[in-house]
């Protein structure tokens, strides 16, 4: 016995709207809203970056650093609902960097990107990278040299998990099993039909 029409529109029919309904919640992660300094921006100075989210979040581990590695946050990250700001250490100077950030969203995926932007400011030199007047008498001391800038070690665990692919399930996984259960709806109207006749 053929399938009738109405069972084939009725099996479409299911398979579409449990495809959207299963997708849905795949698809509607929270995302980054917004960024200060915003993405490829120029700023003239900057003592805090500040990262918008369409939603609370949560854990946030927020790296600045420059292109050659040197990582200039300080302290820890303040998160107020859905903005997390992050200290920056005084001083920094003019060049190009990378905002690296990574928090767990309030339905728990993991949300992580990065934002370059430039700063062309003067660079005033922060106390500890200034070097201090020398004392006549006494020979220069070459202490400055070894307060290098902090090790690029420091951006290493937010680089690394922004390169890791998100762990949430492709919304078209969902809209596949949303199509084969519609299929089997309607395949068990037609078997009923069939045993009717």
């Known amino acids: 016995m053929k399938t ?18 299963l997708a849905s919640p795949a698809l509607a992660h929270d995302s980054l809203k917004s960024s200060d300094p915003a993405k490829g ?8 970056v500040k990262l ?8 946030p581990i927020v790296v600045v650093h420059a292109k050659e590695g040197a990582a200039y946050q300080e302290g820890k990250p303040v998160i107020d ?11 920094l100077p003019p060049g190009e960097y ?3 950030y990574q928090v767990v969203s309030s339905d728990g995926h993991p949300i992580d990107g990065e934002i370059p932007f430039t ?9 500890s990278r200034s070097a201090p007047a020398a004392d006549p008498g006494t020979e220069p001391s070459a202490a400055p040299a070894a307060e290098a ?15 890791e692919p998100s762990r949430g399930i492709p919304g078209w996984v969902w809209i596949v099993v949303g199509g084969l259960v519609g299929i089997g709806i309607g ?11």
Not at 52 to 59: E, Q
Not at 119 to 127: A, F, K, N, V
């Open 149 to 163: 800038a902090p090790s690029s070690q420091e951006a290493a665990p937010v680089a690394q998990a922004a390169q």
């Open 41 to 48: 921006a120029t700023v003239d100075g900057l003592d805090r």
């Open 119 to 127: 700063l062309s400011g003067s660079g005033d030199p922060s106390p």
């Open 52 to 59: 918008t989210f369409t939603s609370k979040v949560n854990f």
């Open 4 to 21: 009738s029409p109405a069972a084939a529109a009725l099996t479409l029919l299911a398979a579409l709207l449990l495809g959207t309904a």
């Open 98 to 100: 990378v905002i690296a």
């Open 81 to 91: 609902g859905p903005v997390v700001t992050q200290r920056l250490k005084p001083g």
């Open 187 to 197: 395949l068990m109207f037609s078997l009923r039909g069939k045993r009717r006749s």
